[in-house]
């Protein structure tokens, strides 16, 4: 059991804190109006879930998080939610890790609000979603890897956090997918790998 502690109380955080709870763990809530210091104080990871716009502001009303597990779970998409703010050259978890010196910071972007409070989601363990955990401190990407499991996500170690610059242009696309026609699609990744040497 972990204490988590949310920098946001929208609809995604309050999803992902929803499985947290079920899965054991304790929840608190910062939102735009306060509750920082509550929401952080004690917490075994702190989990960044607010719009890309709004991440300076968030992190700046909140107490230091050097030495913490940041658990990003931004991508760095723009006001409009008609692309990404940045890429390719930089990311948006490489520019959380620099309002953060000393945080311990993985970047993994669940599943989408919507499907994470479904009470359909729970899957096979062969069919559960993918979440690609990015990040430079292997402990951290493990607390992460471990709490994604425990809400029914397949952690994928997808390697340093540099790599994020791939994984969000990667969830841009499954945001396009899913919001591009009248009616939203329930979409998730799965990552399929085959074992052995290749054919």
């Keep these: 059991m972990a204490k988590i502690g949310f920098l946001g109380a929208g609809r995604l955080a309050r ?6 709870e079920k ?11 306060g509750g920082h210091e509550e929401a952080v104080a004690g917490a075994d990871v702190v989990v960044l879930a607010v719009p890309f716009p709004n991440v300076a502001q968030a992190l ?3 107490p230091s998080l050097a030495g913490r597990v940041v658990w990003s779970c931004v991508n760095a998409m723009t006001a409009d939610l008609s692309g990404l703010a940045v890429g390719f050259d930089t990311s948006g978890a490489e520019q ?11 970047a993994a972007i669940p599943p989408f609000a919507a499907q994470i409070a ?4 729970d899957f096979d363990e062969d069919l559960a979603p993918s ?38 242009p990667a969830m ?28």
């Design 15 to 20: 999803a992902l804190g929803g499985r947290l």
């Design 118 to 121: 479904r009470p359909a989601f």
């Design 60 to 62: 700046d009303d909140a």
């Design 96 to 106: 959380i890790a620099a309002l953060t010196p000393g945080a311990r910071l993985v």
């Design 172 to 199: 841009m696309l499954m945001v396009n997918l899913a919001y591009d026609r009248p009616v939203p699609r329930h979409l998730t990744l799965r990552l399929l790998e085959r074992t052995g040497a290749p054919e």
């Design 131 to 168: 979440a690609f955990v990015c990040g430079d401190d292997a402990e951290a990407n493990h607390i992460v890897s471990r709490l994604l499991n425990d809400i029914g996500v397949q952690a994928v170690d997808a390697g340093p956090l540099i790599r994020a610059r791939y994984v969000e």
């Design 23 to 33: 899965a054991g763990h304790i929840t608190a809530y910062a939102d735009v109006d």
